[in-house]
């Protein structure tokens, strides 16, 4: 049986070596058909042959299918036109039916009206048809040949209009097939001809704008630069694309084209979001939601408002999404005429965004919807595909199995394109997942018989980004069942294939897969490599990896996170170069701690001329150390820096599920008043894991100020309630957070600049309790520094900005309710009027560059709690932080009694001003002034304040 097995392997290394290669259909099948046996090895020969002929006798379906006029995947009813929805962002590999890269359609079909093509050119007409064809069921290489063919048949009747369309048409097959630079050649070459074409119209004092022919040049100017814009965004070209867009607009908007032109304004919105523009974004889609209303009902009003709901999704506005696609689907269900498929599509894209709203039971029910209404089988199984991946995580696995069946006897019927080749790979991952829960009844020969298949379709397509996805994921398969060389040379091909054709999004996934390949190998120095690769990519995808439909959290947690801590711990854990390692690490870290915020609030949030953390304690504050913990799967890492030395690190060998559960306990312990004894034997046990390891160098080193980087659930728990035996780290030193290594320019607060902007709800608002010593806190606060105060009524979203506007305050204190959360749309603060969503800060309070001596010195958000049940609800601390621009932000972990938080915020002002401490000294007298009062002594009433960024 070796002596077979080792034969098997043989020849499928040896046919490996060709598979970027154009094979014959027996080699592929030979190589990629994986149907493994009950010992998970590679097949007889009659087992390849029995999948030969019945992938033969689906093809021979097809083809009678295809020569009735008709195919399984074909309507019974005409399907309205899908908007041109351009985005370079990254697709999901994993959720259909919210932005799918095919949704770019060729010219002729974006028209109006149908093309019409003047007599005698019929040749030239059936091929540009054909084309058309090939494009819309995903056959992209046979489109890009046919398209050549009807350019030259054009070119020979000069013809130079349909000449045009064709050249972009063909940029938009070479853009899905990753040919970049011939993409760009042909739209520059469409684009030139037109342009050309209408300067001769004008020397021969003809009217575009009438021209005779339907499709009308300008129009296809218009299209042929929404062709363009495509091109420039996906190849990172986004000021470019915005211009470009920008001039279709102008163009659509002459012509009164409302339709494309909200296309346009669509695609300028998503261009700006890549800049980091976000507010003139904002603009424009708010701009557009109005023109949609204005619209009478129709099935392009329909379709219009779900583009526009999948935009919101996209950029994380998920209650407005909803909103909207409930709105496009009450348009579409009162048309006379229903489209039944437009119906289905806003069903699967109101899922989508349920899924991202972790509404399990309102998306499950969107997807069944979808799936029922549906008359196309492609949206029937990518409602039931998304349905499936929802009870897996879930955990509804009778259900689970149940639509398997259903899906099983469905998924063959498909007609080859690339929707079906991501079917057929999600489908396996689903399987994967079933049997890694412990369900039987699903072989491996099947999983790989799916992705074998998968495999064989891309490479007939000519496919290459699709090749390169499955070929990845069927190493996958390898390396979960142990058969780690050949998994390394499945994963490695998929890697040659995704780098040749500039396809990031895949690219990471694989250098990650093969940094797990190498470790299990034992090659840690190319592990390494391997994985920081894989982390460079998704820096680089920074923009384009927050701008994508949420499942895409794509998982951030399973897809994203792992791979960071990953690289940690293969860092930390390797021989050679230590210092050297640390950094990398310590940077490693950081750069997740940034990827958590930019994918909290779907967009790249810290931007601007932040500094280092080390050159401020180096250069500014020699007293102050900075603690990094990581907490990874087997043990507790912690990184120390202090001042003018090198990085030092130490660690203990404890869990994260572990160290999750005492965090868990003593955040219980640290909420009700009387645990105390219980509360300081868990933080004494925190402190031994961060502090007691580096207690000496620390005080050798003369420290008075901890500044804390911290990780996951670490940042539910307020450092200054760690415990030694004998005193709190509050008793020994200041404390401050920061969410990563940068800090904008850090300065001390001036005694001079202080002029204060107070705001407070003293009485019960919209089901929160009533706050009765907020006028307590605030006239105090008063009595310390120049203050201006809005007081219940008086603050209202409006009268805050307009103060904000008129005035510079450098402190803005807001004593009212808030809540912090993991998710950016249930972090907010409570106005008399309303809530203060944690994305409208931005709007709200950077009136000025933050790099100026304008910026906002400190904002303190006094009466703020995390969300109960949520374990990550300090991001979104973190993201105030970050989204108000101020420097320094103050705020409390949980509610606290008022009357403590008014004598605390009290001494704080008092300590700030008459002494001129840093502003972690300032907190940590008043925190100190609380715990020597009787009735405050537990950390219940004195710990939860935290300060996040700038100390001094």
Known sequence: MKRNNGFCFWRIRRLLKYLHRKVNRSGILVLLLVVFLTTSILPPTFAFIAAQNSLIEKEAREQRAGSKGDSSDRDSTPQPQKPLLLSGGLKSMFRFGSQQESEVIPLCSLLSSPCLFVQGVTNAEELFQQGKNLYETERFYEASLVFQQAYIAFKAQKDELREAMSLSNLSLAYQQLGEWSKASQAIRNAIASLHAQSLNLLQTGQNINTFTEPASLTQILAQALDIQGRLQLAQGKAESALNTWQQTAAIYAQIEDKTNLIRSQINSAQALQTLGHYRQAQKILTEINQNLQNEPDSTLKA???????????????????????????EVAMRMPEQSPQTISETWLSLGNTATAQHDIPAALNYYQQAAATSTSLTTRIQADLNQLHLLLDDNQLTA?????????LQIPNLPSSRKTIYARINFAQSLMKLRAKGVNGHEVKEIAQLLAIAVQQAKDLQDQRSVAYALGNLGGLYEQTQQISSAQELTQQALILSQ?????????????????LLKAQGDIKGAIAAYTESVKILQSLRNDLVAINPEVQFSFRDEVEPIYRQLVNLLLESEGNSQKNLIQARAVIESLQLAELDNFFRVACLEGKPIQIDSVIDQKDPTAAVIYPIILADKLEVILKLPQQPLRHYKTAITAMEVEKTLEQLRQKLIKPYTLQETQSLSRQVYNWLLQPAQQNLVKSQIKTLVFVLDGSLRNIPMAALYDGQQYLIEKYAIALTPGLQLLAPKSLSQQQIKVLTAGITE?????SALSNVALELNQIKSEVPTTVLLNQEFTSKTFQKEINSVFFSVVHLATHGQFSSKAEETFILTWDGR?????????????????AGAIELLVLSACQTAAGDKRATLGLAGIAVRAGARSTLASLWNVDDKSTAELMSQFYGELISKQLTKAEALR???????????YQHPIFWAPYVLVGNWL
């Open 303 to 329: 379709t219009g408002l779900r583009s526009f709901g999948n935009v919101l999704q996209i950029v994380g506005n998920l209650e407005q999404s909803r909103q909207i696609l409930q709105q496009s689907l």
């Open 400 to 408: 689970a199995q149940g639509l398997v069946s259903q899906i099983q």
């Open 500 to 516: 040749a054709i500039n396809v990031p999004d895949i690219t990471y996934r694989w250098q990650w897969q093969l940094g797990r």
């Open 764 to 768: 019960a608002r919209q089901g929160f």
């Open 836 to 852: 203060i969503n944690v994305n409208q800060l931005d709007s709200l309070l950077r009136i000025r560059d933050s790099e100026k």
């Open 925 to 935: 007298q008043a925190q100190l002034a609380l715990l020597k009062n009787p009735k």
